[in-house]
């Protein structure tokens, strides 16, 4: 009767250990998206000025969720935008990440902003032509393996921590 005591007690801490690491990992997941977005941004932010991309798309977004005229269009489409980015695909990412190419989780994230870039090259197209056709499309995917490599710095960075810093 004593062992199965202790046997249940670890069973319980066995289990409030994986919730607290399940929790723990998807702070890591919503920071290294937030690292990653941000990144992302800031080269979306060049090819904007260079003319290859327009923060309007992201509008886009405000409008498939039927608010537009409610919300600052732009500013919500973004909000959503960040939203994905910090947890739907570090959810993804952290599910996929051991099938992806590259002994680093940095390289494994660029391989995985690629794979997601396809379609946000489709989805945020604004009718660019010509030479900002081209710069969008080169823009956009490096924003993506941007996105992708720092979402993998965060994951690597935390994954080599000591397990009672996270």
Do not use: K, N
Not at 27 to 34: D, K, N, R, T
């Amino acid at each position: 009767m004593v062992g199965s005591s202790t046997r249940y007690g670890d069973a319980e801490d066995e289990e409030f250990d994986s919730v607290l690491g399940i929790v723990g990992d998807g702070i890591v997941g919503a920071a290294g998206g937030l690292v990653g977005t941000a990144l992302m941004t800031v080269v979306l932010l060049i090819a904007e000025s260079l003319g290859a991309f327009d923060r309007e798309a992201f509008a886009l977004l405000t409008r498939l969720v039927g608010l537009e005229g409610v919300v600052p269009e732009v500013l919500f489409g973004y909000v959503v935008f960040l939203g994905g980015g910090m947890f739907p695909w570090p959810l993804l990412f952290a599910s996929l990440e051991q099938y992806l190419p590259g002994e680093w989780e940095p390289v494994r994230g660029a391989f995985f902003g690629a794979a997601i870039w396809t379609g946000f090259v489709l989805a945020f197209h604004t009718d660019q032509t010509g030479l900002s056709l081209v710069l969008y499309v080169v823009l956009t995917l490096v924003a993506h393996l941007v996105y992708g490599a720092g979402l993998g710095l965060v994951f690597d960075y935390f994954s080599s921590r000591p397990d009672s810093i996270v």
